[in-house]
């Protein structure tokens, strides 16, 4: 007799449905984000793409835990954030979420090592463990040996693999890079997300890039345009 195959279908990554963000009253009432729906899937890189008032940042936020929709849901890993309380969302959020923002945000008077750690210390960690696996991951990007130097002695691309491993130091299942090319040059830009792509991106980890550098696209997996609120079109990446 053949074995009888599990057909369970996986835990998305992200799916989130029918989110709704509405901003002001009256004649300044705006709709910055008007009932999407969205998957992505563990082991995928989807760029998030559109311009300058599209709803990026707002549903980015909602589906995020940072910014409560109006309507609609977002269930990360399963799980229905917006049901949570605030402490238990932001434990989940610690624990799942990493972010890479667009400016670093590294702190110029810790070392690099230490600025990795932040978020293991976060979680009260032991300080010596913390710096310990805050050297793991800097070697992780290329970055051994140098959890000493200041983050002024790195150039951009440098600071940018300090925010990568300080996103992944604990671990997170979805990592989020917000413009993470926008301060490089083309080819430091390239070369950063093709490192994420082949060494950070695995089957138990979802990325979303949200980026206007078309210069990438070549990296994704699945393109999403969003404008006016809405998911205009998706498409599969160009590799």
Do not use: Y
């Not at 610690?94 to 210390?121: C, K, M, S, Y």
Request: hydrophobic share 45%; with cysteine; net charge negative.
């Amino acid at each position: 007799m053949s074995a009888v195959l599990n057909s369970t279908p996986a835990v998305e990554a992200i799916a989130a449905s029918g989110l709704t963000k509405v901003f002001g009253e009256g004649e300044a009432r705006m709709t910055a984000v008007d009932g999407v729906d969205f998957v992505a899937h563990f082991g995928e890189m989807v760029f998030l793409v559109g311009p300058s008032g599209s709803g990026k940042t707002t549903f980015l936020s909602m589906i995020s835990g940072i910014l409560r929709p109006d309507t609609g849901t977002v269930k990360v890993k399963g799980v229905d954030i917006w049901t949570l309380d605030a402490d238990a969302l932001s434990d989940f959020r610690l624990n799942t979420i990493g972010f890479v923002f667009q400016d670093f945000h590294l702190f110029a008077r810790l070392t690099t090592a230490e600025n990795v750690a932040i978020p293991l210390i976060l979680k009260e960690r032991n300080w010596n463990e913390a710096i310990g696996e805050a050297q793991k991951c800097l070697s992780i990007v290329g970055l051994g040996g140098r959890g000493e130097i200041l983050p002024i002695k790195l150039s951009g691309g440098e600071q940018q693999r300090v925010a990568i491993a300080r996103a992944i130091v604990g671990s997170p299942e979805i990592l989020i890079l917000d413009e993470p090319t926008a301060s490089l040059d083309g080819d430091t830009g390239k070369m950063i997300i093709s490192f994420v792509k082949s060494q950070v991106l695995n089957g138990q980890r979802c990325i979303l890039i949200v980026t206007h550098d078309a210069r990438i696209n070549e990296f994704a997996d699945r393109i999403v345009h969003m404008e006016d609120g809405h998911i205009r079109t998706q498409s599969e990446g160009t590799e």
